[in-house]
């Protein structure tokens, strides 16, 4: 008897579902393979302001061709608040993000889509890129390290000045009390 197409697809490949059944035809036995056939019944449309009722919609064949276009279509989208630990405040940091095909899933669309993220994301790409170019170029490392050092000394100065400025401030001048306030006049001084 013939190898099933089952079990030789388990023998060539790992295989996608494949269902079987023996039926008896006379004195025979002969496999038939079903197809699978699979239903999904979801709500992906988010917070729609007009949701369709359940009767009066329709499935849709969704397939690794239309896949986009469907999720384009129905733009599954999710609000979300976390902590905000970037700015340090107890204010949650709130995104809505919205996914129209299946690389808006991908980490870094996801950071692109968040304004606070995708100001640090850039400035970690700015960082990457001139440790790059740094990599090999002495030169310029060496010019990067005296602009750190003199930005280091202006900030000291910096400091330096507004401390004295604030020690200007803060000096008291001398108590002169009104003779007014302390009851006395001039002829009992």
Known sequence: MEESIQHKLG???PPRVQITY?????????KKELPLVMGILADLSGATPNPEKLNERRFVEIDSDNFNQV????????????????SGGNSPLSAKLVFESIEDF????????VDA???LFGA???LRDLLTKLDGNDRLDEMLKQVLSSADEDLELIKAARSDATAKTDAKPED?????DTG???ETK
């Open 124 to 126: 970690r790409e700015r």
């Open 22 to 30: 023996d039926v008896e035809i006379g004195n025979a036995i002969e």
């Open 11 to 13: 023998r060539v490949r």
């Open 71 to 86: 999720l384009n279509s129905i733009k599954p989208s999710v609000t979300v608040n976390v902590k905000n630990t970037l």
């Open 184 to 186: 006395e006049t001039p």
């Open 117 to 119: 993220l995708k100001v």
């Open 106 to 113: 991908d980490p870094i669309n996801v950071v692109k889509k």
């Open 176 to 180: 002169k009390t009104d003779d007014a």
